[in-house]
C-alpha cells in the first residue's frame, strides 16, 4: 500500500444517503419558497456543511433559513435513513481488505457526528468506525471545500498530508482534499466524472478501490 492513512468521506461514499439526503433537501427548500430540485440540490449542496447551504440560500435570496431549519431538516432525513439508507455497494468489502492489511483509515465528513453515527448504525458500518476514526466538519472551524478538515483528520491519525489518500465523491470534497495536499480517488457513481477533475484517480464502482490504492 503506497498510504498510509485512506479517509474516507461518508455520505454517498460509505453509506448510499445522497439520493435521500437531497431529495428531501430540495423539498424542504421548495417549500419554504426557495424553488429547488432534486438535481439543483446535487449541484449546489451535494458534500456541503450545513453552514454553506444557509450561506447560499441567503447570498441568492437576501432572505434567511428559519432558525429551526437545522433540526427540522435533520429529523427527516433520520427518519428516512431509518426507513431507506443502505451501505455503498463494495464499501464494506473495501474496509475488511484494508482492516486484513493493517492499513489505516477513517472517515471525515460535512455530516454532523450524529448523522454520521446514525447512518453508520443502520448500515452496520459503525463496527468498522469506532470514535477515533470519525472526524466531522463539527471539529473545525471550516468544512470543504477548505482542507480544514483533511488536515484535522491526518493530524488526529499521525500521519503526514502526503501519505494520505482521501476518497471523495462530490466537487468541495476534491477541492478540499486537493488544497490539503493529499491524493484523490473520485467517485463518479452520483457525480459527472468531469465535476471531480481535481481527482488524481477516478472511479464508478467502490469494489475497485482496494486495488486501485496498492
Known amino acids: 500500500m503506497r498510504y498510509d492513512l ?3 468521506d461518508n455520505d454517498g ?14 423539498g ?7 424553488p429547488t430540485s432534486y438535481e439543483d440540490s446535487i449541484r449546489d449542496y451535494m458534500g456541503s456543511a450545513m453552514h454553506r447551504i444557509h450561506e447560499l440560500v441567503l447570498e ?12 427540522v431538516f435533520h429529523r427527516r432525513v433520520f427518519a428516512a435513513f431509518e426507513r431507506e439508507l443502505e451501505p455503498v455497494p463494495g464499501a464494506v468489502g473495501v474496509l475488511e481488505k484494508l482492516a486484513a ?29 469506532d470514535d477515533s476514526r ?15 478538515l483533511f488536515l484535522h483528520a491526518a493530524r488526529c491519525m499521525g500521519v503526514e498530508p502526503a501519505k494520505c489518500a482521501v476518497v471523495e465523491d462530490s466537487p468541495l470534497g476534491v477541492r478540499a482534499a486537493v488544497a490539503a495536499g493529499m491524493d ?12 471531480l477533475a481535481g481527482a488524481g484517480q477516478l472511479f464508478s464502482d467502490m469494489g475497485e478501490l482496494a486495488d486501485l490504492l496498492v
Not at 441568492?60 to 433540526?71: A, H, I
Not at 465528513?109 to 468498522?128: A, C, F, N, P, Q
Not at 470519525?134 to 480544514?148: E, L, M, T, Y
Request: proline fraction near 7%.
Open 6 to 8: 485512506i479517509i474516507f
Open 13 to 26: 461514499v460509505l453509506v448510499d444517503s445522497e439520493p435521500i439526503s437531497n431529495r428531501l433537501l430540495a
Open 28 to 34: 424542504y427548500l421548495t417549500e419554504l419558497g426557495h
Open 60 to 71: 441568492r435570496t437576501g432572505q434567511r433559513l428559519p432558525d429551526d431549519f437545522d433540526d
Open 101 to 129: 492489511g493493517g492499513v489505516p483509515y477513517c472517515v471525515a465528513s460535512s455530516g454532523s457526528h450524529e448523522r454520521i453515527r446514525v447512518g453508520h448504525r443502520k448500515t452496520g458500518l459503525d463496527r468498522w468506525f
Open 134 to 148: 470519525v472526524f466531522s466538519s463539527q471539529d473545525v472551524g471550516r468544512g470543504k471545500p477548505a482542507p480544514d
Open 184 to 195: 484523490v480517488f473520485g467517485f463518479t457513481a452520483m457525480t459527472p466524472a468531469d465535476r
